[in-house]
């Protein structure tokens, strides 16, 4: 059984352009968790999403930040216009309904 | 809103010593506890955890962590310690699934 893959690993992009992150979660789980490390801190909650639903997007900013994980493919994390404040370890966990995260191996995002 | 609190932002020990990794938590109910190690440009690997029942819960590479709730803590330890165990190490809590809060960390130096 695969763990939880996360795509591509490493990701740079210039200040403005979009920058797309994926996760697919182990199978037979249909709970996705997205956080993010930035350097020196702990992993922040953004968003918690089953298959075509967000259920708590709470830690989410405001803009340029969307998710969505739908009925077939992988879970997406989409930055829009990104700025140097970007830059950080952006994790996705999945999860049955017992409350276990498996984390995948992150991607890693610089803003240059 | 839950918290959790690693004191020890920094630690170093020396090979074949013992190790004690503090974690407080502030929740509204007895929640899920983590415990988590990263190693440098990685992801999460799960040490242990605890949802009920016996209170010092045993993990992987021969950790164990104790809930205590009078003193809301879940400290990890370990009788003796290897060079390989050198990373960062990162206590979380969470409710039913998913969706934890971690702590900022505490990173391990071992001293040979």
């Known amino acids: 059984n695969a763990g939880v893959m996360q795509n591509p690993r490493h990701l740079v992009r210039r200040r403005g352009q979009e920058a797309r992150l994926r996760c697919s979660p182990m199978?037979?789980?249909?709970?996705v968790y997205w956080y993010r490390q930035l350097p020196e801190e702990g992993l922040k909650f953004m968003v918690y999403?089953?298959?075509?639903?967000?259920?708590?997007e709470s830690g989410m900013p405001k803009e340029r930040f969307s998710a969505e994980f739908p009925k077939e493919g992988p879970s997406i994390l989409r930055i829009q216009q990104v700025v140097r404040g970007d830059s950080a370890a952006y994790f996705c966990?999945?999860?049955?309904?017992?409350?276990?995260?498996?984390f995948g191996p992150g991607t890693r995002l610089l803003v240059l | 809103a839950q918290s959790v609190t690693q004191p020890d932002i920094h630690i170093t020990v020396s090979e074949g010593a013992s190790l004690e990794l503090r974690c407080n938590y502030s929740?509204?109910?007895?929640?899920?506890l983590f415990w988590y190690v990263q190693s440098p440009g990685q992801g999460l690997q799960l040490l242990l955890k605890?949802?009920?029942?016996?209170?010092l819960v045993q993990g992987i590479k021969g950790f164990e962590a104790e809930f205590k709730r009078s003193q809301s803590s879940f400290n990890l330890r370990k009788p003796s310690v290897h060079w390989s165990d050198a990373a960062e190490y990162f206590c979380?809590?969470?409710?039913?699934?998913?969706?934890?809060?971690f702590g900022d960390g505490t990173t391990l130096t071992v001293k040979p």
């Open positions: 999403l089953q298959k075509e639903n967000i259920i708590d």
């Open positions: 929740y509204g109910a007895t929640p899920y």
């Open positions: 966990a999945s999860s049955p309904m017992t409350g276990e995260e498996y």
């Open positions: 605890y949802f009920s029942g016996d209170t």
């Open positions: 979380a809590v969470g409710l039913n699934a998913g969706k934890s809060t």
């Open positions: 199978k037979g789980h249909s709970h």
